[in-house]
């Protein structure tokens, strides 16, 4: 009977344990710690943090230039970065930013030919980061469903990610496009002109015309001469201005059902429609952000998700803030400790139990004293103030080396975004008719009113909302 007693005793404290795991890294709202937790440690944080992917298949990842930094290619809104490296008096701007504007390169695309030599052709090959290279784990355990860059290096795929897990949601330097023909070669086929500081124009040949008097005989022999398209050469980049790639949209309307956690790396979410993709997915699933600093979209608070606020399964339940783990630092750091505690084979425990037989407090033997929970320093917050979390509690916080702490300024990054209609393709400069079903998927007034008529859009089933541009 004692051991009958014992033995249904210890199932009990098993299945209590596991309902207290559940509680933390399974279910809404996904909290780190429990509220008896009462000694917290920045070891039990990670943990948690580990724990939200823990058993996840479809993870999603939206990453931008911060993974990329240690590979040797700045960012572009950071101190030293690519923006900081613009003289718009040189350059003949009004801002650093007008030097990925479609309009600006339609006008003259000199500026922009000028500053992209070495972005286009740098002196040695970039490799992948350890960022790149936590991507590259995520599918090796089979735990990725895709990974939405904003950066147009490559790198992901230079990592060993799989071409279909990779969507370029700002194109790619691969290639390049003729604005004129449509005609898409190498871009390595341009370097010769470009290094030469010369905008490169499209060779294809369209057609011949009779030689006129003093020029060269052609190779041939021919007494015409070929006429070339002439247009300008453009990278198969997005710039400000254009609309995405229609993959981006495909692959989200796919992943958005899918989705079980979602993972934001080193980007400043200040770039629309891409910081959507964030409160397009769904809220029921566990969000994490990897970033030197907290960010969140301007437009996160109030939008409207388009989903049923009396679906209990899609209601958010954070209250007013956007992640339910904040790993603030450089993103190698971060990606490094998440990698070695995610893999957790028995060799790396076996090597970590040595290892760590001199100070047990370490989770990972590169851990440094700047890995702190931010609630074991709570000066830091008292010197800039409680504004700098914007609404996130301070208990989801973790700080790695590199991690800061600042009040934002709306107005020192521009968030303005250019609409296409996605029927017409123009510019919607009025009224702005959004569908709440689909991603990204806008319509002007001429074309919603055509659309209201005719039903075309998945068959009159999905809602618009009118929004002013």
């Known amino acids: 009977m004692s051991a009958n007693t014992d033995s249904e005793k210890g199932e009990k404290a098993q299945v209590s344990s596991l309902k207290k795991t559940l509680s933390k890294t399974s279910l809404p709202p996904f909290n780190l710690f429990d509220e008896e937790d009462a000694a917290r440690s920045f070891q039990d944080g990670l943990k948690a943090a580990v724990g939200l992917l823990q058993g996840r298949k479809n993870v999603v990842v939206l990453c931008g230039a911060g993974i990329s930094v240690s590979c040797g290619i700045p960012d572009f809104r950071s101190k030293g970065g690519i923006y900081d490296q613009i003289d718009i008096n040189d350059y003949g701007l009004c801002t650093p930013e007008e030097i990925f504007h479609f309009e600006v390169f339609q006008d003259n695309p000199r500026p922009f030919y000028k500053f992209a030599r070495k972005m286009l052709y740098p002196n040695r090959p970039h490799e992948p980061s350890p960022s790149h290279r936590f991507l590259a784990l995520l599918e090796e355990k089979k735990m990725l469903l895709r990974v939405y860059t904003q950066n147009i290096d490559g790198l992901e795929e230079k990592a060993g990610l799989s071409p279909k897990r990779v969507v370029y949601a700002h194109g790619s330097l691969n290639t390049s496009k003729c604005l004129k023909c449509g005609r898409k070669i190498p871009s390595e086929d341009l370097k010769g002109e470009i290094m030469l500081g010369n905008v490169p124009y499209c060779q294809k040949i369209t057609g011949r015309r009779k030689r006129r008097r003093g020029e060269e005989v052609p190779e041939d022999g021919s007494e015409k001469v070929p006429v070339r398209c002439g247009g300008v050469m453009k990278p198969n980049i997005t710039f400000f201005g254009e609309p995405l790639v229609d993959r981006v949209r495909r692959c989200l309307e796919a992943d958005q059902a899918k989705a079980d956690a979602v993972i934001v790396i080193g980007t400043s979410l200040s770039v629309a429609p891409i910081s959507k993709i964030i409160k397009y997915l769904r809220p029921s699933i566990p969000r994490l952000l990897i970033n030197r600093t907290i960010v969140v979209p301007k437009h996160a608070d109030g939008d409207s998700d388009g989903l049923d606020d009396d679906d209990d399964d899609e209601k958010d339940h954070r209250n007013g803030y956007l992640f339910d783990a904040l790993l603030l630092g450089f993103c190698d750091d971060v990606t490094k400790a998440l990698s070695y505690v995610l893999s957790n084979d028995k060799t790396r425990k076996k090597e970590a139990k040595v290892k760590n037989q001199s100070n047990k407090n370490q989770l990972f033997p590169f851990q440094s ?65 959004k569908c709440m079903d689909c991603f990204d998927y806008d319509l002007c007034m001429k074309c919603h009113s055509k659309e209201s008529k005719t039903k075309s859009h998945h068959s009159g089933e999905h809602k618009f909302v009118a929004e002013k541009a």
Do not use: W
Not at 371 to 385: A, E, F, P, Q
Not at 387 to 405: E, Q, S, T, W, Y
């Open 369 to 433: 004293q700047d890995c702190k929970l931010l609630t074991d320093d709570l000066s830091t917050i008292n010197d800039v103030g409680e504004a700098c979390l914007l609404n996130h509690p301070i208990d989801r916080v973790l700080m790695f080396p590199g991690g800061k702490l600042e009040v934002h300024n709306d107005d020192e990054i521009s968030y303005h975004e250019v609409v296409h209609c996605d029927e017409c393709h123009g510019i919607i400069k009025s009224t702005i008719y």
